[in-house]
């Protein structure tokens, strides 16, 4: 048996010793414990045909490889079982958005891995769009200008506000990411942890969660301690279960920034005894939430209700698309 004991951002874990499993998955759903009951969206294969023409008429499945990763990662898949109760408009929005993050990211570790300042002029067009409206010189910076034009006409201006903000965060990582990847000895669990809270890209979307809502959140709410608390446990707990995941594909390429390898340079064990420190260390984040929203949940309007129901709709959403999606279908260690 393993013990360890440290903080949030590398919680306290304890794993059992784990029968021999035929792949990383019998042993994620033997140990990973998910109280969110499955949900999907109604809308979903019309936003499979909006993200397709989305994609198609800013010219980026034209690019070598992105059609087929498209068609491996299933954005419209993610976008409904993460967003099961929006309508189909802003399920469009988010399958767009899921779609464009997987192409910059991709893009980016492609011309990060090389030298990270190859990724400089990639980053400040997006940072220019973001934060001053500036025009696009390239397509994928194009398709971004596009997102960030139907966030504005779908939300308020303070929930565009936050959303442009969340992703300049994400834009923001990507270069940590590319640092960390060119000195992978300096890299440590709390370092993987921190960069991996902004590749994940998932806190940009709750804005959109925000947006789903009949009525805009008062800042009272939005900004309560135990609410910011519950974002940072949910967007943890939503990109570390891909982790899990994707644990061989990462390995196999070289990636640094996964959860699970995290583990297993920390503690110099095998890839299985790694990622059952990081289901350890997830199901303690899950519980975590699980305690802090039933505290606060009798202080919230509907509408904080209905925001915080939105990042438990990334938690499992991730959980079920990852399962099953062609991205991470190669899982034997």
């Not at 990973?32 to 994609?55: C, I, K, Q, Y």
């Amino acid at each position: 048996m393993v013990t360890l004991s440290t903080t949030h951002e590398e919680s306290a874990v304890g794993v059992l010793d784990a029968s021999q499993v035929s792949d990383l998955r019998d042993l994620i759903d033997a140990h990973l414990t998910m109280p969110f009951p499955f949900a999907r969206n109604p809308h979903e294969s019309e936003a499979a045909a909006g993200v397709d023409a989305w994609l198609g008429a800013w010219g980026l499945t034209d690019e070598p490889g992105v059609a087929t990763m498209i068609a491996r990662t299933r954005p419209a898949e993610l976008a409904s079982c993460t967003s099961a109760a929006v309508d189909s408009g802003l399920l469009q929005i988010v399958a767009n958005q899921i779609a464009y993050q997987f192409v910059f990211d991709d893009r980016a570790e492609d011309v990060g891995r090389c030298s990270p300042g190859r990724l400089v002029p990639m980053l400040c067009e997006s940072v220019a769009i973001l934060r001053d409206d500036r025009p696009p010189s390239t397509p994928l910076g194009a398709a971004l200008a596009d997102l960030h034009r139907q966030v504005r006409e779908r939300c308020t201006p303070a929930q565009a506000a936050r959303w442009a903000w969340k992703s300049r965060e994400y834009v923001h990582g990507l270069l940590y990411e590319a640092v960390a990847q060119a000195q992978p000895h300096l890299v440590r669990a709390g370092h993987c942890t921190s960069i991996r809270s902004l590749t994940a890209g998932v806190e940009p979307f709750y804005p959109l969660s925000e947006t789903a809502q009949p009525n805009e959140l008062s800042p009272a709410e939005l900004h309560h301690p135990v609410v910011q608390r519950l974002t940072r446990l949910s967007a943890d707990a939503a990109v570390w279960i891909p982790d899990l995941f994707s644990a061989v594909k990462e390995q196999r390429s070289g990636g640094m920034i996964n959860l699970a390898l995290a583990h297993q340079r920390e503690h110099r064990c095998s890839l299985q005894t790694a990622v059952l420190l990081a289901i350890r260390q997830i199901n303690g984040t899950i519980a975590e939430f699980q305690k802090l929203y039933a505290e606060v949940r009798p202080e919230l309007s509907p509408e904080g209700v209905g925001y915080v129901e939105g990042m438990i709709g990334w938690i499992r959403g991730c959980y079920h698309w990852s399962r099953t999606v062609p991205r991470y279908a190669d899982l034997t260690a």
